[in-house]
């Protein structure tokens, strides 16, 4: 069952301030990762347990799971990851936010919220604002992964992120995975129930030129 909330809702106009890479890791040199709509954590833990030469920062909407998250990571003491709390559309907006997002090395979008009904795609994350946003403030070579269940979805996100010149998409392939953010393909929660259930998963990789 999905529950969603409604990312253009005026409850989600104040945001977090993100602190600064100093105050939210312990090496803030490393490679940094950005996960939009990671719910809980549980696919970022398991990355930076493993990763200690990357960070992690989560964003999610879902206010219960990012204070669950924050709890987690308080009790383990795991000093490469952070979650923040809002709609990674107004965050990545946030002048004060601007500063980690040039740093990041690599985002994903794992199965975010397919919003069917034709009315309601301006609701779904990945906007052509967002992207242009996204493309003014990554470094080249960084990387956009996408991973969906859902085909139309998918068709929609790929058009809207080809539909901006800065990035092109990278045959996967030619990928070493190795050099990511994710060496060990560990898998996210929905990742998982649609494996198991043998349901498609539709992925692509795109880089900024
Ligand atoms: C279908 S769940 C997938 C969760 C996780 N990435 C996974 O693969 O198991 C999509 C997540 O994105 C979050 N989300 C949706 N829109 C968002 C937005 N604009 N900003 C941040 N998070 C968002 C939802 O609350 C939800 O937790």
New binding site residues.
């Given amino acids: 069952m999905?529950q969603h909330?409604n990312?253009l809702s005026r409850n989600f106009d104040e945001i977090e301030r993100i602190p600064s890479l100093i105050e939210m890791f312990d090496d803030s040199k490393l490679n940094l990762h950005l996960d939009?709509?990671?719910?809980a954590g549980d696919?970022l833990f398991d990355l930076a347990l493993v990763n200690s030469n990357w960070n992690y920062l989560g964003?999610?909407?879902?206010e219960r799971?990012v204070k669950t998250a924050k709890l987690k990571l308080q009790e383990r003491k795991i000093k490469n990851l952070y979650f923040a709390f809002g709609?990674?559309?107004n965050i990545v907006n946030d002048v004060q936010s601007e500063f980690i997002f040039k740093n990041v090395k690599s985002i994903s979008f794992?199965?975010?919220?397919p919003w069917f009904k034709k009315r309601h795609y301006k609701r779904r994350?990945i906007q052509p604002d967002f992207i242009n946003t996204l493309s003014n403030l990554l470094q080249k070579e960084s990387l956009i992964f996408i991973k969906t269940d859902v085909k139309d979805l998918f068709a929609y996100i790929d058009y809207t992120i080809l539909g901006n010149s800065n990035f092109k998409k990278i045959d996967k392939k030619d990928f070493n995975y190795l050099e990511s953010y994710n060496p060990n393909k560990f898998q996210?929660?929905?990742?998982k129930y649609v494996v198991h259930n043998e349901l498609a998963v539709f992925e692509s990789i795109y880089i900024k030129i």
Avoid: K
């Avoid at 964003?59 to 879902?62: D, G, P, S, V, W």
């Avoid at 794992?110 to 919220?113: C, K």
């Fill in positions: 999905r909330v990312p939009v709509g990671c719910a696919y964003i999610e909407i879902r799971l709609n990674a559309n794992n199965f975010p919220d994350v996210t929660n929905r990742e």
